[in-house]
């Protein structure tokens, strides 16, 4: 039986920012941002969209009726939590109207945490054949005005359906993870912002890189070679760049890096214009992929790294299964181009807009243009979200 990715769907917020803009106001080189670290835009969330309203949007874009039906399982992962206690997964359950007797929760563990939630997925339906789990990496990356991650801060949501007879990637049996106790960003329950090691943490992520690569090739015996496309997770994606420099082995052929090198410039594409969705990223950097690389194929083998930090990598593949390409969407980068631009002011406003709740905790929100889910009104301190828009 193969099981993989049926459906993938992916959410982002209504307003952008341009990174020429920010290195302005930060009086930055503008070059910094585009080549140093391979950025153009981030998308800016406003405080009625949330890991909840972006998830039920990037779900809501795929699900049939039939699939809410079959779905007994939603997993959300995220760092970006909106409640210690009650999962996102629930309400995203309650938006789409999934079928009442499913397991719905929350999975953390910084930007990796998706990645478990595939796993245990793909465990779930090899038990339960007709089942479907819904999982969804869902956050919004914020750093803070004037700090070196400002550049790489974005919001979105990545939503797959899994299923066995996958449409889009059947998984392989290959996961091969490691975890390492560093602390190169972390948030404490404290701090609405993270701590970040900056350097550190690329150091980190590119030895982790290295050595799962290695154990991986070790543990299967595949090589580059037997791979189409390695797709990273993209904190920003000259980091990715710099990990798939890392991983070219010296012996490859000039056509096999230049096969490479041009899937992984197809993949940065959406992240480019997004920023940094945390765990989601990895797998906008996947969409991007099968969204903009007309040569690929059924059959071809695409490998995903997993990183979070913390920290916890991973390193799993997949293969490209026949008429994939019937279930993307081809029109991304115009949905993107209709984001509306901010100035850098609008942008630090909407960055300090908190929730300001009256004596009893309650508040009333206006949604923003072009949002499918809103948060509607904070009432005795309970969050209401609702459909405003399809
Ligand atoms: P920075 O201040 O941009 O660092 O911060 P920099 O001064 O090293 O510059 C970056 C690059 O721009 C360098 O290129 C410069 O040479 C270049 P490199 O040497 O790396 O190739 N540069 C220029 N290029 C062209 N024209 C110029 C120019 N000036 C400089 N004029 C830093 C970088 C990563 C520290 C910062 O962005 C940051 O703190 N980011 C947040 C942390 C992060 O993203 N870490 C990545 C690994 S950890 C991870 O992936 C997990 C994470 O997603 C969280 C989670 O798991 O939950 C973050």
Known sequence: MTIGID????????????????????????????KGLLLKEQSVAPITEDIVTLAATAADDILTDEDKEAIDMVILATESGIDQSKAAAVFVHGLLDIQPFARSFEMKEA????????????????????????????DIAKYGIGTPGEPTQGAGAVAMLISHNPRILSFNDDNVAQTRDVMDFWRP???????????????????S????????????GLALTDFAAVCFHLPYP?????????????????????????????????????????????FLGLLSLLENQPQLKAGDRIALFSYGSGAVSEIFSANLVPGFEQLLDHKRMEKLDQRTVLSVADY?????????????????????????FALTEIKEHQRTYQKVEK
């Open 189 to 207: 329950n404290y701090a609405t912002t993270p701590f970040v090691n900056g350097i550190y943490s690329t150091q980190q992520y590119l030895d």
């Open 111 to 138: 930007c990796y945490a998706a990645t478990a939630a595939l796993d245990y997925a793909k465990l779930h339906v090899e038990k339960f054949p007709q089942s479907k789990v819904l999982v969804i990496a869902s």
């Open 238 to 282: 000259k980091l990715a760049l710099k990990g798939l420099k890392k991983i070219l082995d010296k012996s490859l052929s000039e056509e096999k890096k230049d096969q490479l090198q041009y899937n992984f410039d197809q993949s940065i594409l959406y992240s480019q214009r997004v920023g940094n969705i945390y765990t989601g990223s990895l």
């Open 348 to 372: 630090e406003r909407l960055f300090y807009e908190e929730v300001d709740l009256d004596p009893s905790g309650n508040q009333v929100f206006e949604p923003a243009t072009h949002q499918t």
């Open 7 to 34: 459906k993938i769907g992916f959410a982002t917020s209504p307003y952008v920012l341009r990174l020429e803009d920010l290195a302005t106001a930060r009086d930055t080189d503008p070059e910094k941002l585009s």
């Open 209 to 220: 890189l290295k050595t799962t690569w290695a154990e991986y090739q070790k543990r299967t």
